[in-house]
């Protein structure tokens, strides 16, 4: 039985894979005998998954996730998997309160950002993973005990019918100053991650001068996809989103009245990751983890979801300019798991 979320892009991905096309996140800097090495695995060669898991699954993303797991379910038959579904920071909370009364209920947790994954490696109930599993990834993203399943870059989705891209500033301290009308998400996971990366790179008094500086002009979502369409609609001029939430728009709407922009080395345009880990399981849950990183699940996710392909044998998602065109700054994905602090000074500003 294939593994076949659509049969299109499971084309695609073999076209790619075929023809040696290594666009993607871990390829930058790599000479080609190490992007060789980091061409991924296909299904083909996985073992048969059999048995009981659980799943807890950290984002729907209008069901995209949902069926890179039916597709897994459908290639393995003899798989009783339980998922349980929530919002990624809800889910390694329930986490980190079932570790506490020494319970682990969950074999594998796949979250949208690895800050609630750094705070369930907290508890230390995460398992070592493999090296055959995180070497899979460019060295840049390998941890011991979670891998990095598809990348996200934070963005500027900016109003075409108010700006040009070149209207956009280009960095936060610019944006607080500016007179623009923002629009934000300040419950949403990501935008938190966003919060502890500039903690981490400004100082905690900084940042909340700057959450102080921009809230008198951010209309707040409750989803980083509806403060997209809030800029589309022309309700704000920018809004603070990870990048795939206007590639999606735009593949419906061609004509939306929306583009990206990027700030520059500041917490902006943060590099980030949605990753897996297993906490118990064994080899059943280890082998879960490697269909995620399959070439085909791999392609799917960057063709469908938009998001940014950990494999560099995957094709980048249309639309996302050229990585090496952008700079991120350099952050330690694991230290976005300090979360409490984020939410005290969100609090604290009247953020959250």
């Known amino acids: 039985m294939p593994f076949n979320p659509t049969r299109r892009h499971f084309l695609r991905s073999a076209i790619g894979a075929a023809g040696g096309c290594m666009s993607g996140l871990p390829l930058m800097g790599l000479g080609q005998d190490a992007a060789q090495k980091l061409a991924g695995v296909s299904v083909e060669d996985l ?3 059999k048995g009981k898991l659980t799943l807890y699954l950290g984002r ?3 069901g995209l996730y949902e069926r890179v797991i039916d ?4 290639r393995n038959p003899d798989l009783r998997l339980s998922i349980r579904r929530g919002p990624t920071a809800a889910l390694a909370n329930t ?6 009364m020494g319970l682990v209920r969950a074999d594998v947790f796949w979250a949208v950002d690895s800050g609630a994954i750094g705070l369930v490696a907290g508890t230390g109930k995460a398992r070592k993973l493999p090296d055959t ?12 005990n979670w891998v990095p399943i598809s990348g996200r870059i934070r963005t500027i989705p900016f109003h075409t019918g108010k700006l040009k891209a070149a209207d956009v500033p280009k960095t936060l301290s610019e944006i607080a100053d500016s007179d623009l009308t923002i629009g934000w998400a300040p419950a949403y996971g990501a935008f938190q991650s966003f919060v502890s990366a500039m903690r981490i790179l400004r100082g905690d008094e900084a940042t909340k ?12 979502y409750a989803g980083e996809l509806g403060a997209v369409m809030g800029v589309a609609r022309g309700e704000v001029d920018i809004a603070f989103a990870n990048h795939y939430y ?11 009245k929306v583009d990206l922009a990027f700030t ?4 902006g345009c943060l590099l980030n990751a949605s990753g897996a880990m297993t906490l118990r399981g064994g080899e059943l849950a280890q082998n879960f983890v490697r269909y995620l990183l399959s070439r085909e699940a791999q392609s799917f996710l960057a063709s469908e979801a938009y998001e940014i392909p950990m494999l560099p044998s995957v094709t980048m998602p249309k639309g996302l300019p050229d990585l090496a065109d952008i700079h991120p700054p350099k952050v330690d994905l694991a230290q976005l798991a300090d979360l409490a602090p984020t939410l005290r000074l969100m609090r604290s500003t009247g953020v959250l």
């Open 209 to 220: 001068k700057w959450l102080i500086a921009t809230k008198k002009r951010a209309k707040s």
């Open 95 to 100: 986490i980190v309160a079932e570790a506490k």
């Open 60 to 62: 729907g993303e209008g």
């Open 246 to 256: 206007t590639l999606r728009l735009k593949a419906g709407d061609p004509d939306a």
């Open 47 to 49: 073992p048969r998954l």
């Open 71 to 74: 597709a897994v379910k459908k």
């Open 264 to 267: 520059n080395n500041d917490a």
């Open 133 to 144: 599993i995180t070497s899979q990834v460019d060295e840049r993203f390998r941890y011991d």
